[in-house]
């Protein structure tokens, strides 16, 4: 059950698109909401060399350092406002933190206690027509046991679920949550199987049909032919949760050079939803 959902927020636009949809979801699944900021605390071992130049004092830099602190935390406090304001308009439960540490490190352990974690596309750093993913979200999909959403460009509420499967442990990973969402959201579900031997691919969407069966649920069936990346992105619509397995059938090395899910994060506009 989606029943607690972790919202990681920084300054950059794709993080305001993602703490529309964290709240989006809280709303709609009835489920408590927990915001954090990770302050990165390796950003202050350059010290002060940068502003002062090596002929600063000590009292100086003390003096700047604790003036930066204030600063910092006046900045990080106003980054959340807005996500906290949103949540009790709509009645959400919600909960706000900032941390010091690596960013990753600290919200795959803040993530622990969620069902759901939440980021942008792109962190801070991203440069502008830059489709490489940024390190915290490269490292928490590789190592977070939640399914995890990425946002989309711009905020779109869902109007259907999108099922990339192959039949893998991670596809059947997040048919659980595919299932879930589109049953919690009432939304429609079609599963895709893109494979040159359909009769595998029937067999593979025979199992997606078999658990929206035994759940009550009623799924539509595609199987498509070509480019895993072109078929899928081809049948998505704007307002589709496109949900995929994170590693295609486990192979991790494969996805971090540029596997079939890379490729769909660094090209898809619509909200991803993943899990390994």
Request: proline residues 3%.
């Amino acid at each position: 059950m989606l029943q607690s959902i972790l919202l990681a927020v920084d300054r950059s636009p794709f993080s305001r698109v993602a703490a529309a949809y964290a709240n989006y979801l809280a709303v709609e699944l009835g489920a408590v909401l927990h915001a954090v900021h990770v302050d990165d605390t390796r950003l202050a071992e350059v010290g002060y060399y940068r502003a002062e130049g090596l002929g600063a004092t000590m009292a100086g830099a003390a003096s700047l350092s604790a003036h930066e602190s204030r600063q910092g935390k006046r900045r990080n406090d106003n980054l959340l406002r807005p996500v906290r304001v949103r949540a009790m308009a709509d009645g959400v439960s919600c909960h706000v933190r900032v941390l010091s540490g690596v960013p990753a490190r600290e919200v795959l352990s803040v993530a622990e206690n969620s069902d759901l974690i939440v980021l942008g596309r792109h962190g801070e750093s991203w440069v502008a027509g830059s489709k490489r993913l940024g390190e915290v979200v490269n490292t928490v999909l590789r190592r977070a046991t939640q399914p995890v959403l990425l946002a989309g460009t711009e905020f779109e509420s869902f109007r259907r679920v999108l099922l990339g499967f192959d039949g893998g442990k991670a596809a059947r990973g997040i048919m659980l949550y595919a299932m879930e969402l589109a049953q919690r959201l009432t939304l429609p579900i079609m599963a895709v199987s893109v494979n040159a031997n359909e009769s595998k691919a029937r067999h593979q969407l025979d199992i997606v049909e078999h658990f929206a069966d035994a759940h009550g649920l009623q799924v539509t069936t595609c199987i498509g032919s070509g480019h895993p990346v072109e078929t899928l992105l081809g049948m998505a619509q704007a307002d589709d949760l496109l949900t995929i397995g994170a590693f295609g059938e486990g192979r991790l090395h494969q996805w971090l050079a540029g596997s079939t899910t890379a490729t769909i994060l660094q090209s898809a506009p619509q909200a991803v939803l993943l899990h390994r």
